[in-house]
C-alpha cells in the first residue's frame, strides 16, 4: 500500500532531509464514557473535553516526518470514567492501534490493551496543555504518553529499531510522573506505564523491536506474495518472542503481544506446513500457557 511505501521511504530520506512542514500524524477514534458516574454530573462537561481532547491529538506535531492524510497512524482512545469526586475521575482507558498490511486489504492490530489504572483532574474550560520537558496535567501526560507509544511501536514494525525515539519519550514522561497513580514502578504487578516502558528501553528485551519488525515488516507485509515465505519469518520471530519470555516471564510488552495477537497468529499457522504448526503450538503454550488449549485449534485447517 502507498502509506507503507511511503512510511520506509521517508525513514531513509530522513537522514539527508529535514522535513519540517506541518501536517497531521493521526487518524484516532476517541471517547469518553461516563455510564458508570453519577447522572447528576454535567455531560457538557465531558462532550467538551472529547473534543478538546480530539483537538489535543491532531492539532499538535507529534511525529517528526510528514504524512499524508491517507497514511496517518490509526488508533483509538476509549476512556471509561468508573469514579467522580468533584473535579477528580478515575477509570480505565482501552487503546488500539492497527496498521494496514502491503498489498492487502487488511489491518493488522499492533497493540490493542486497557490501562486499567487512569487518574486526572478536569473543570469546565480547563485548557489542554503539555510540554515535553514538564509535566503540566495528569491527563495530558497520559495521552501524550500513549500516543508517543502508538509512534514506537507503528516505526518498529516498518523497520529495525525505528521506534527508538519515541521510547525515550515515553520513558521522560513517566520520569515527570513517576510518584503518581499509573506510572509508579512500586504498584503492584509489572503492567503499568512504568513497566511497559521500561520493558521497551530496557536492552535486556532488545528482541521485542526484532520481534516487531520480522512479524510485520518482513513476514505479514509479504505473505499477500510470498505467504509461505512470510509464515516462515513469523515463525522466526515468535521464537524471539520465546527467547524474551525465556528471561523474565510475564513482562508487560509480551502479554500485551500475545492477547493482541493471539486469533492472528492461530489463523496464520492454519494455513501452515505440519512442522511450522507443530512449532508454533509449543511456543505459543510455553509463552501463554493460560491459552494453551486455544492454540490446538491451529491444528484445524480454515
Wanted: hydrophobic share 35%; proline share 2%; charged share 20%.
Amino acid at each position: 500500500m502507498k502509506r507503507i511505501i511511503t512510511l520506509l521511504t521517508i525513514i531513509a530520506l530522513a537522514l539527508i532531509t529535514n522535513i519540517s512542514a506541518y501536517a497531521q500524524d493521526f487518524q484516532c477514534n476517541i471517547s469518553v464514557n461516563t455510564t458508570q458516574i453519577s447522572t447528576s454530573v454535567n455531560q457538557q462537561r465531558f462532550n467538551e473535553l472529547r473534543q478538546k481532547l480530539y483537538s489535543f491529538v491532531h492539532d499538535r506535531k507529534w511525529f517528526q516526518y510528514n504524512l499524508k492524510q491517507n497514511e496517518r497512524i490509526e488508533c483509538s482512545i476509549n476512556i471509561n470514567l468508573t469514579k467522580a469526586s468533584g473535579d477528580e475521575y478515575e477509570g480505565t482507558m482501552t487503546l488500539v492501534l492497527q496498521r494496514p498490511v502491503f498489498k492487502a486489504s487488511y489491518k493488522t492490530t499492533l497493540m490493542s490493551f486497557q490501562d486499567k489504572k487512569i487518574k486526572f483532574k478536569y473543570a469546565d474550560g480547563d485548557p489542554l496543555e503539555y510540554d515535553e520537558n514538564s509535566s503540566l496535567s495528569d491527563l495530558t501526560s497520559l495521552i501524550a504518553y500513549y500516543l508517543n507509544l502508538f509512534i514506537g511501536v507503528e516505526m518498529d514494525s516498518f523497520s529495525y529499531n525505528g521506534g527508538s525515539v519515541y521510547f525515550s519519550k515515553c520513558q521522560n514522561i513517566v520520569n515527570q510522573n513517576s510518584s503518581q497513580y499509573g506510572w509508579n514502578v512500586g504498584e503492584s504487578g509489572q503492567n503499568n506505564r512504568y513497566w511497559i516502558s521500561e520493558n521497551l528501553t530496557n536492552s535486556t528485551y532488545s528482541k521485542l523491536h526484532d520481534f516487531f519488525y520480522q512479524y510485520h515488516r518482513l513476514g505479514l507485509d509479504v505473505m499477500n506474495e510470498t505467504p509461505d515465505a512470510g509464515r516462515a519469518v513469523i515463525l522466526e520471530s515468535l521464537k524471539l518472542l520465546q527467547q524474551v519470555n525465556a528471561q523474565k516471564s510475564n513482562i508487560a510488552v509480551v502479554k500485551i503481544i500475545i492477547n493482541t495477537k493471539k486469533d492472528e497468529i492461530i489463523n496464520i499457522f492454519k494455513e501452515g506446513m505440519p512442522s511450522e504448526k507443530t512449532q508454533v503450538i509449543n511456543i505459543m503454550k510455553q509463552i501463554d500457557p493460560a491459552n494453551s488449549s486455544s492454540y490446538e485449534s491451529i491444528n484445524k485447517t480454515n
